[in-house]
């Protein structure tokens, strides 16, 4: 079990016994819906399913190299104990879980920093792509939460075909027909943030003050742009130019993003675009 749990990605969820396999079952079928031509089930919410949304700002850290487990952000959103995650050993980078919000199915897409500082590799894409596909399947709204600064890329990305499961995360991402939020949390480097529910591949995008939007880490885009390295004359000047511009206030003024909330205000913003879409 471990190796398709791990590493083919073949096993969504692994247990000890058949009593606890059947359990997953009915609470997986408890988010679908009988058939595709069906919305999923809505649930009345239980009365603590409303979190105390301040605790975001105790996890999301304040220094923008810092990792952080994006699980516990997505379990404070989410209705209290309602996050079923799939593939939770696989492709690490990204999470893939289902989730209720207000009573309401919802698929979530989000990077994970804490694993790989969130760069999507080949598993990741090939996660993200099976999940999309369901969700849409199955009139399942999604919401991504992106934190990325890429893909992972080198020789052992290519021997395991990463170009090509990109392309196909692409494909995915524009092929879908359910609604979308995408939430830019902090880093929404290169094409990944296309990728992730960016630009126009959503119904709604938002971000968070944190978010930054950029070709690549501010460091190396200074380099790149510039030509100067950390320690050289005239780079920190340089780089404060870089990051003023890879913050979102731009985005917002040109109407790139539709809105910038407030970490903690963004279960309840959710909850309310959703009905809307």
Not at 72 to 85: L, M
Not at 134 to 150: H, V
Not at 164 to 178: D, H, L, P, Q
Request: glycine fraction near 8%; aromatic fraction near 8%; include cysteine.
């Amino acid at each position: 079990w471990r190796v398709h749990a791990e590493y083919t990605g073949l096993i969504d969820r692994f247990v000890d016994n058949d009593i606890d396999a059947m359990r997953e079952i009915r609470s997986f079928l408890g988010y679908m819906p009988s058939h595709n031509m069906e919305l999923p089930p809505v649930r009345e919410p239980a009365t603590d399913a409303d979190q105390d949304q301040e605790e975001i700002l105790k996890i999301l850290p304040e220094q923008r190299t810092q990792v952080y487990d994006m699980r516990k952000i997505v379990g404070i959103i989410a209705d209290r104990h309602s996050v079923f995650e799939l593939k939770p050993r696989f492709g690490r980078a990204v999470i893939t879980a289902l989730a209720r919000l207000h009573g309401r199915t919802v698929g979530i897409i989000a990077n994970n920093p804490i694993s790989g500082g969130g760069a999507l590799s080949a598993e990741a894409c090939r996660k993200v792509i099976d999940f999309q596909v369901m969700c849409d399947s199955f009139n399942i709204p999604l919401l991504r939460l992106l934190d990325t600064p890429g893909f992972v890329v080198g020789m052992d990305a290519e021997r395991k075909g990463a170009p090509g499961w990109i392309m196909n995360m692409m494909n995915a991402t524009s092929f879908v027909t359910v609604p979308c939020i995408t939430v830019i949390v902090r880093k929404a480097y290169g094409r990944a943030y296309v990728a992730m529910g960016g630009g126009r591949h959503n119904d709604e995008l938002i971000a968070w003050p944190t978010a930054e939007i950029s070709f690549m880490d501010s460091t190396f885009a200074t380099k790149v742009v510039h030509g100067l390295s950390p320690g050289d004359d005239g780079f920190e000047d340089a780089l404060t130019l870089i990051r003023k511009n890879d913050e979102v206030w731009d985005m917002a003024t040109i109407f790139s993003l539709q809105n910038v909330i407030k970490p903690q205000e963004t279960r309840d913003y959710l909850i309310r675009m959703f009905d809307v879409y």
